[in-house]
Structures are given as C-alpha cells and as structure tokens.
T-cell receptor
Framework: KAGVTQTPRYLIKTRGQQVTLSCSPI?????VSWYQQTPGQGLQFLFE???????NKGNFPGRFSGRQFSNSRSEMNVSTLELGDSALYLC???????????????FGPGTRLTVL | AQKVTQAQTEISVVEKEDVTLDCVYE???????LFWYKQPPSGELVFLIR??????QNEISGRYSWNFQKSTSSFNFTITASQVVDSAVYFC?????????????FGTGTRLQVFP
C-alpha cells in the first residue's frame, strides 16, 4: 500500500506570496493532519481534517488554512508568507476509526518551504 | 495542559552500545496514547510504537524495547546493540484524548548519533 505523499517536496517563495501544499493520504485513511516543524518551535500541530471538515486546529494565525476533498486528499494554504513560515510541513493520515481514540498517524516525507 | 519532555537533546554512542532515550509526559486525561517516531535525515517521521494508558506492559521488538511507567509518567525507549542506521532524531508524542481528534503533542526530540 502506498504511503502518504506530499507535493511539492521543495518550494521557494518570497515574502508576501501565498503557497498551496498538497497531501494524499494512505488509501482508506479518512483523517489528515498537518504539522509544522522548525528548529526553534519543533513539531507543532496545525489542523486536522476528517470527512471534509476541520475537527481540530492548532494555535496558528488565520493565514494558515486547509481543506479536505471527498477523496480525503488535503491541501493547506499559507497566505501572505513571512520569513518565519520557512519550515518543513508534514502531513499525516490515519484511519480515524469510529470510537477509536487517537488512531496511529502515518507521516509523509514533508514539503520544505523556504521563504526569502 | 499536556506536555512531553525529552530532556536529552543529543546522544552519541559507538556502534553496539545500548542506548536509552527518555520521555516524560504530563496529562490530566486518564485515557491517552503515547507514541515514538523516528526521523531520519530524509525528514519523514517513521512510526515505531503506540501504547495506550491502560497497557503498562513493556514491549520488545527486535533490538527495540519500550518501558512505560505510569507512576513516573515515563515512556522510555531503548535500542540494544545500536547500529549506524539507528542514527536519527527520535520523537516521543502524546495524543490529546477526548474531543475525537488525532492531534499529537510532540517532545523536542533526541538526536541519536551512532558512530562506527
């Protein structure tokens, strides 16, 4: 079974631009979560989507948004990029079984975003 | 508040040595899940183990073993006879149980370097 895929793998943008990152979950997985990883702040939860609905959100400004499609694929968007948005963005998917707390999340290879 | 502490920032060992990575967590939940992930230089987080709060049995998988102790809120990870391929950053994580979410709270990670 194919793992979580993320595109693109690398991205360079300039301040003020916007960017869209894509994530395809493992087949059959219904939940997609996004995390930001930086040397200073470590791994931080951005948001989670399940059945096309955001069901949890981390402490990030409104410039960070996401969505999930009916096939469970997800995108995240960052508008008005700032230098501090440079990070590795990791997507994770899980089965999200009903009545099952905290199903195991499997991560993709990440998208490394550099903001100049 | 929920928190995961990995006090060891970096550990260096010589091949074939045993090494233990420490993880201490804080949570008010009575039901929760703990995870260990490995992040090699490629960047992808690789799932290693999941443990729920009701199962304090230690687990061994090949050269890996985990010691979960609720009394000390610790979930330590030991690699026996370490190998160069074990070099990576290891993260301990806690699920935010309740609220129907898969959100993970990560520790800051321990970088393990195994020298030949």
């Amino acid at each position: 079974k194919a793992g979580v895929t993320q595109t693109p793998r690398y991205l360079i943008k300039t301040r003020g631009q916007q960017v869209t990152l894509s994530c395809s979950p493992i087949s059959g997985h219904r939940s997609v979560s996004w995390y930001q990883q930086t040397p200073g702040q470590g791994l931080q939860f951005l948001f989670e989507y399940f059945s096309e609905t955001q069901r949890n959100k981390g402490n990030f400004p409104g410039r960070f948004s996401g969505r999930q499609f009916s096939n469970s694929r997800s995108e995240m968007n960052v508008s008005t990029l700032e230098l501090g948005d440079s990070a590795l963005y990791l997507c994770a998917s899980s089965l999200a079984r009903a009545g099952f707390l905290a199903d195991t999340q499997y991560f993709g290879p990440g998208t490394r975003l550099t903001v100049l | 508040a929920q928190k995961v502490t990995q006090a060891q920032t970096e550990i260096s060992v010589v091949e074939k040595e045993d090494v233990t990575l420490d993880c201490v967590y804080e949570t008010r939940d009575t039901t929760y899940y703990l995870f260990w992930y490995k992040q090699p230089p490629s960047g992808e987080l690789v799932f290693l183990i999941r443990r729920n709060s009701f199962d304090e049995q230690n687990e061994i998988s090949g050269r890996y073993s985990w010691n979960f102790q609720k009394s000390t809120s610790s979930f330590n990870f030991t690699i026996t006879a370490s190998q160069v391929v074990d070099s990576a950053v290891y993260f301990c994580a806690l699920s935010e149980a309740g609220g129907n979410t898969d959100k993970l709270i990560f520790g800051t990670g321990t970088r393990l370097q195994v020298f030949p």
